[in-house]
DNA sequence: TCTGGGGTCCTAGGACCC
DNA sequence: TCTGGGGTCCTAGGACCC
């Protein structure tokens, strides 16, 4: 048996705030999602005033002033940068891990037979809060499911809240029954709420049924991944860690708007803009897209107003990271979507056939496709990548992922450079818009204490 | 007035092939 | 009267995660 942890941090976001503004502990505070629209991390005083992880922040906005409450836009930028020193402290409790989320991490323990697992929790707690200044939680447990659940016991049980730390494996077999028998069955990893509803209506209340239950009646009723969450809780690995991430099938930017939208020439700014961060990111990641998705849609919260939420591929003739050809595509199908008549609210785009960019360098400018240049190794591009059919483009042989010559390769490379150092958007495609009157609401951003020059915290 | 964004996996069913 | 069997690929929809 090998022990796996998982340690996550307490209220991540809200944690991280706190790092650099002390007048925001013992208070509630949340941060909000982007467009400052829902809560989505919220402080113990927070969750104390009975504030809901994704409630719309207008239905909390008064209650969080009466009790002398903060409520903050997300700083994705801060919290990416925290993330990176704390998966970087908990990396150095074993060789083996595995980056989950941005503020979870699993380890696995192997040929640490010898040592205390208990013990090696609270030294890691401690390191992590002396050089972070982040609170975290450790839960260890034979697989990663059961490492899940001791996170959770050892972040809200009166057990183990104190030290923070619940390693399974040292409890006897009758203690560790009583806690999953305690404990619903959509505290467990995978189980939300609509089969925590289903398992109910067919007698599994909590942890300790779904351990019990019959293996091939819950796939047959569910499906296998039921039934291998049912294995992981009984101490059967089926999940492993994956040290390294696999591949990414797409890319997706899509964002609400600050008001709500009519004009074509305001959402042609804003799937532009999109196109062209979902462009920085692919170069980013070394990877070029074979299609690209354009979608918009009407508010759903006012049901009294049309909807409509149309969406469409629009097939790229070679892979391409290039925003311009990303751009102009996406404006494409933008232009085949849009109908008067309806306030839209949001737009995004999909980046999808993702394959990485080949070490070879073709020439954006040639209209020659890649493949087909005279001299080329490789086989020519077949006609069908021109067509509109998805089907027939999967059928043949990838057509080689192209960059751009190489003087457009260093002009992309220059504006990823200068966005890098100066901030996104510093240098940016008129299509994307000057004043992009469209742009979601961000009223109440902290600064970027770790991450811009010029908003380091000052002491003293 | 005001309601997030970005991901993954599985399954069923249809189209199509030989 | 009688109407196969085995397979792949794709899509839409539903579930989950943070």
């Known amino acids: 048996m090998t022990p796996y942890a998982l340690v996550d941090a307490n209220n991540f976001y809200v944690s991280c705030e706190r790092v650099f503004a002390p007048k925001l502990r013992h208070r509630p505070v949340v941060v909000l999602s982007n467009n400052d629209g829902c809560c989505v991390a919220r402080s113990e005083e927070a969750k104390a ?42 990396g150095q409790f074993s060789p083996e891990q595995e980056v989950y989320s941005i503020d979870e991490s699993f380890l696995r323990f192997t040929g640490f037979d010898q040592w205390d697992l208990t013990e090696q929790g609270r030294r890691l707690r401690e390191r992590v809060w002396q050089w972070t200044g982040l609170p975290v939680g450790v839960g260890i447990g034979a697989t990663k499911t059961l490492a899940k659940f001791a996170n959770r016991l050892a972040k809200r049980h009166p057990d183990f809240k104190e030290v923070g730390v619940c390693n399974l494996l040292d409890l ?17 990893w995978g189980i939300g709420g609509r089969w925590a509803a289903k398992l109910k209506a067919q007698g599994i209340q909590t942890v300790a049924d779904l351990q019990g239950a019959d293996l091939a009646t819950l796939q047959r009723r569910f499906n296998v991944v039921l039934a291998r969450t049912a294995m992981e809780l009984n101490g059967i690995p089926c999940l492993s860690l994956e040290e390294a991430p696999p591949p ?5 930017a899509s964002r609400s708007f600050g008001i709500p939208v009519t004009e074509i020439a305001m959402l042609r700014e804003a799937v532009a803009n999109h196109a062209a961060r979902a462009a ?3 170069r980013h990641e070394g990877l070029a897209a074979g299609i690209i998705q354009v979608l918009i849609a ?37 232009s085949a ?29 040639d209209p020659t496709p890649a493949g087909m240049r005279a001299g080329d190794l490789f086989s020519p591009l077949p006609a069908v990548a021109r067509t509109h059919d998805r089907s027939a483009l999967a059928g ?15 002009l992309l490379t220059l504006l990823d450079d200068i966005n ?24 109440r951003m902290t600064p970027g204490y770790t991450t811009n020059w010029r908003e380091l915290p000052v002491v003293g």
């Open 49 to 90: 005033l009975g504030i809901r992880m994704g409630q719309p922040y207008f239905e909390v906005r008064d209650l969080l002033r009466r009790h002398d409450g903060r409520a903050l836009s997300s700083n994705y930028a801060l919290y990416a940068d925290m993330s990176r020193r704390l998966m970087t402290v908990i």
């Open 172 to 188: 006897s077999s009758a203690r560790q029954h009583g806690y999953c028998a305690d404990s619903p069955v959509d505290a467990v």
């Open 248 to 252: 990414r099938q797409q890319i997706i």
């Open 280 to 282: 920085a990111k692919l």
């Open 298 to 334: 009407t508010n759903p919260f006012i049901p009294e107003e049309p909807q409509y939420h149309p969406a469409c591929c629009v097939p790229l003739p070679i892979p391409t990271a290039d925003t311009a050809r990303l751009i102009r595509a996406a404006l494409a199908g933008l």
């Open 337 to 365: 979507l849009y109908k008067e008549g309806y306030r839209y609210k949001r737009a995004g785009i999909v980046l999808l056939d993702l394959a990485p960019v080949g070490a070879r360098t073709g020439d954006l400018f």
């Open 396 to 410: 043949s042989p990838a057509p080689t992922p192209t960059a751009t010559g190489e003087r457009r390769q260093r």
């Open 420 to 443: 890098q150092r100066w901030g996104r958007g510093t240098l940016r495609f008129l299509a994307e818009g000057l004043v992009q009157p469209w742009r979601m609401r961000r009223e």
